[in-house]
């Protein structure tokens, strides 16, 4: 019987580039403000096939919680992982799991792989492919065996044990590769191991509709919509602002800590999937009951590529300070809204008085 054991020839990438990680303490910045996880599952991003999952579940991978750590628990299979695990000894050059986008298609910007709390279990090199299909079907002609439209997005890179580690993805000049729009993608181990998460750092690519005029929740992250910047997300992530559903607890909000001083405020900035004319604004604070903020107030402002900061003169007042409630869906449309009608905006601003969690900000309106 032939043995395979891992070579030098499995981990090594010709194309590799050094100067394309991003040190483990930098991860967050160099992404949050332009990016969101295509992949997330809370986005609706799902798993259609793996090679192997034998001892931890492949749905693990995309979970935007962090990894957590359960010492001497063991299951049937052996110890608890929170993460994707699969056997020793595999007899294929790498395993794999591919995963269909919570996005319509999105451009890569970057990858990161945590393999938090996997020592001496990890998975050594990865890499990672892309593809765009769209048409009926497509989910089960990528997963076939044959499927040959893969295009790699990044190349083989060797991982680190128990380390949050993360490349940028360059634009590719002949629009094959990075660069490129994706639906699904492939994240390859070289040979076996664990990985406990996997980000796919991008922007969505959304498919508007065919009428003009229609309403388009132009603030959802499904439809290009990102949280550039905020004062404070002591408790939770400014991200969880745009996405889809009323969320599960109080853990996919966003939420600031205590303030002490007079007169404080906290804030998020979002830029629009484009530019909009805005009818509605949704303010929803589901699950916040005893933190939830006093007041909420809405400004927007039309600055193009540009992202503004909290501080500048232009931003307008359309929506006045409301009085905010527990664990409820703030709803305000043309009829209490200000300086919306015939004008367009390209971001918008949440102030919440003086501080607390608010689930979903949802800006509704027609694109310009």
Not at 105 to 116: F, K, P
Not at 194 to 221: C, D, H, T
């Amino acid at each position: 019987m032939d043995i395979q054991t891992s070579s030098r020839e499995l981990t090594q990438d010709p194309q590799q580039k050094p100067n394309d990680s991003v040190a483990s303490e930098l991860i967050t910045s160099s992404f949050e403000s332009h990016c969101i996880d295509l992949i997330s599952n809370s986005l609706g991003s799902r798993i259609l096939a793996f090679s192997d999952e034998f001892f931890a579940s492949a749905s693990n991978l995309t979970n935007p919680r962090p990894p957590i750590h359960r010492p001497g628990i063991y299951v049937h299979t052996g110890a608890w992982y929170d993460g994707w695990e699969t056997r020793r000894h595999n007899e294929a050059a790498f395993d794999w799991v591919i995963v269909r986008l919570g996005v319509a298609s999105g451009i890569v910007r970057g990858v990161e792989i945590d393999t938090a709390f996997f020592i001496g279990n990890h998975a050594p090199v990865i890499s990672i492919d892309g593809c765009l299909e769209t048409e009926q079907g497509a989910d089960e002609r990528v997963i076939s065996k044959s499927y040959g439209g893969w295009n790699n997005i990044l190349g083989r890179r060797e991982c680190q044990p128990n380390t949050r580690q993360a490349w940028t993805v360059q634009e590719a000049k002949d629009n094959k590769g990075p660069g490129s729009a994706y639906t699904h993608v492939r994240l390859c181990m070289f040979p076996d191991g664990g990985i406990a998460r996997f980000r796919l750092y991008g922007q969505a690519v959304p498919v508007w509709p065919k009428n003009p005029i229609e309403v388009v929740e132009m603030s959802a992250a499904v439809m290009g919509g990102v949280v550039v910047k905020c004062s404070d997300q002591h408790f939770g992530g400014k991200e969880n602002l745009l996405l889809p559903g009323r969320g599960v607890d109080m853990g996919d909000g966003w939420e600031t800590k205590r303030s002490r001083g007079s007169d404080h405020v906290d804030w998020a900035i979002v830029r629009l999937g484009a530019r909009a004319n805005i009818s509605k604004v949704v303010i929803d604070t589901a699950h916040f009951r005893g933190n939830f903020p006093q007041g909420v107030r809405v400004d927007a402002i039309d600055v193009g590529n540009h992202e503004p900061d909290a501080g500048d003169e232009r931003w307008r007042e359309i929506l006045a300070v409301q009085k905010a409630r527990p664990d409820q869906e703030h709803e305000y449309g043309t009829g209490i809204l200000n300086e919306v009608a015939g004008k367009a905006y390209t971001h918008v601003k949440l102030t919440i008085i003086p501080d607390g969690g608010v689930k979903r900000f949802r800006v509704f309106g027609t694109r310009i």
